[in-house]
């Protein structure tokens, strides 16, 4: 009979995430839930939260950073034609 090893058990189920805040421009034309969806669509991306400041968005971004990183989250709005700043 096989034994499991409690601790590689767990170490398999812990989840690697982080979190990272940067400013969306470009809002004018659209809601704010655009660019939580467009966001939301990333691989590894778990939760997606933004507070409209006008024309730009404050967004905090939860992520898996074993399946997405930020450039590539930022990518996601960027490519689309939004504007980014920090992160």
């Known amino acids: 009979m096989q034994t499991k090893n409690a601790s590689s ?3 398999s189920a812990i989840v690697a ?3 990272a805040t940067f400013t969306v421009t470009g809002l ?3 809601p704010p839930s655009v660019i939580v969806d467009l966001i ?3 691989t590894g991306v778990s939760k997606v ?4 400041l006008g024309s730009k968005g404050k ?3 939860s992520f898996d950073d074993q399946k997405t990183d930020v450039k590539k989250i930022q990518s996601s709005v960027t490519k689309y ?7």
């Open 59 to 61: 967004v905090t971004v």
């Open 40 to 42: 939301s669509k990333v």
């Open 49 to 52: 939260d933004i507070e409209p």
């Open 17 to 19: 995430n982080q979190s």
């Open 9 to 11: 058990t767990v170490a």
């Open 81 to 87: 034609g939004f504007g980014v700043i920090g992160g």
């Open 28 to 30: 004018e034309c659209c």
